[in-house]
């Protein structure tokens, strides 16, 4: 059973920095696509930042370029998004994505199948 899981999330003040975390159980991590997505009530999901099954090939939605960085440990299976000088307006649910590298790769368009249950940023000021 695959399982994908999120934490990390917190509430921060506008400018800080948090590092959210998804680890992964029955499947081949190293195998696979993986991306972070976020959500507000109301909203429809946006693609925050994905990373190719290889590691080589990264997508960054335009407004969190050069602040958030997203990496991957494949000996730990785990995907991390740090996310520096947080804006008020990024209070979300963020969400982890991993699906196979069979799919073809279109950053976070890419047909992700499997998903996590969120975990919650907050802006606190």
């Known amino acids: 059973q695959v399982r994908v899981l999120e934490s990390g999330g917190d509430l921060v003040q506008a400018g800080g920095s948090l590092r959210l975390s998804c680890s992964t159980s029955g499947l081949t991590f190293a195998n696979y696509h993986m991306g972070w997505f976020r959500q507000t009530p109301g909203k429809e999901r946006e693609g925050v930042s994905c990373i190719s099954w290889t590691g080589g090939t990264t997508y960054y939605t335009d407004s969190v370029k050069g602040r958030f960085t997203i990496s991957r440990d494949n000996a730990k299976k785990t995907l991390y998004l740090q996310m520096d000088n947080l804006k008020p307006e990024e209070t979300a649910m963020y969400f982890c994505?991993?699906?196979?590298?069979?799919?073809?790769?279109?950053?976070?368009?890419?047909?992700?199948?499997?998903w996590g249950q969120g975990t919650q940023v907050t802006d606190s000021s």
């Open positions: 994505a991993a699906e196979k590298r069979s799919t073809e790769w279109l950053g976070c368009r890419t047909s992700f199948h499997y």
